[in-house]
């Protein structure tokens, strides 16, 4: 690996799901998984669908609970350990280290998309016009039109909802930031910008792990791959 600062240490990983509506059967997805991922690194997670690219970013935002392993991130200047640790922690490092892109948009009703944009950087502490301004550039960037800015994006097309979920995602600057197939719905010449966002994001030392359906924007942006695995079968609960 790079002589890079590493930001993220994943060792042993595994998720297994108990399906309690189905008997308890036991749904392995993830087994040791090992990785790390450093300052200006972009880990793009390969594989078939239904391999655990998603499972595992949520594993790594903390919204999955791992069942075996750990899961080391460096936050200011120690490291902090996310299986296991308590809600307060996780929520403390969702506001200041770990940014994520989910697949949806997650609508709030009657929020306006600028003000869903600007949100992660009011949590950080940035003032609301100074916050409204950056939202504003991003959502200008990403040609999301202004007409559409004061309104809650629970109507918008499925492409306007990705960008104004990007837009949220890069704002704040986290120092790691997950991405769950972000130009799924977009255009070429929106692919293109998130393809540059992702390079000023590395390029100010990011860390990046994402999932990209797309084998141009996948090439264009990936530093390392990890491939995972299919996930064995699944097994009955014989207890
Ligand atoms: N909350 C959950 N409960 C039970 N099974 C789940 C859950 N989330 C994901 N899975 C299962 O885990 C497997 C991997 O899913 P996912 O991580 O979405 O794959 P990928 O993103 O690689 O397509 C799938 O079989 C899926 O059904
Ligand atoms: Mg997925």
């Not at 308890?24 to 078939?48: H, K, S, T, Y």
């Not at 950087?121 to 200008?140: D, H, S, T, W």
């Not at 100010?204 to 064995?232: E, K, M, S």
């Amino acid at each position: 690996m790079s002589a890079t600062k590493t930001m993220i240490e994943v060792r042993g990983l595994g998720k297994m799901f108990t399906l309690h509506n189905q008997g308890g059967m036991r749904l392995p997805v993830l087994d040791a998984v090992d990785f790390d991922a450093g300052a200006g690194d972009c880990l793009v997670l390969a594989g078939p669908s239904g391999t655990g690219k998603s499972t595992l970013l949520r594993c790594l935002y903390g919204n999955y609970l791992a069942t075996e392993g750990s899961i080391r991130v460096r936050a200011a200047d120690q490291w902090v350990e996310m299986v296991g640790a308590p809600e307060q922690r996780i929520l403390a490092l969702r506001r200041d280290v770990i940014g994520y892109v989910s697949q949806f948009l997650r609508v709030i009703p009657r929020v306006s998309a600028l003000e869903v944009v600007a949100e992660p950087l009011r949590m950080a502490g940035v003032e609301g016009e100074a916050a409204r301004e950056r939202a504003a550039a991003l959502l200008r960037r990403l040609n999301v039109p202004p007409r559409l800015w004061g309104l809650a994006p629970a109507t918008f097309s499925g492409g306007e909802q990705q960008r104004v979920n990007i837009a949220r995602g890069f704002i704040a600057g986290h120092p790691i930031l997950l991405l769950d197939e972000p130009t799924a719905s977009l255009d070429a010449d929106n692919r293109q910008v998130v393809i540059e966002l992702i390079h000023e994001a590395l390029a100010a030392g990011r860390c990046l792990l994402g999932i990209f359906h797309d084998a141009q924007v996948r090439d264009a942006v990936a530093t390392q791959t990890l491939a995972l695995r299919p996930a064995l079968p699944a097994t009955a609960d014989m207890e």
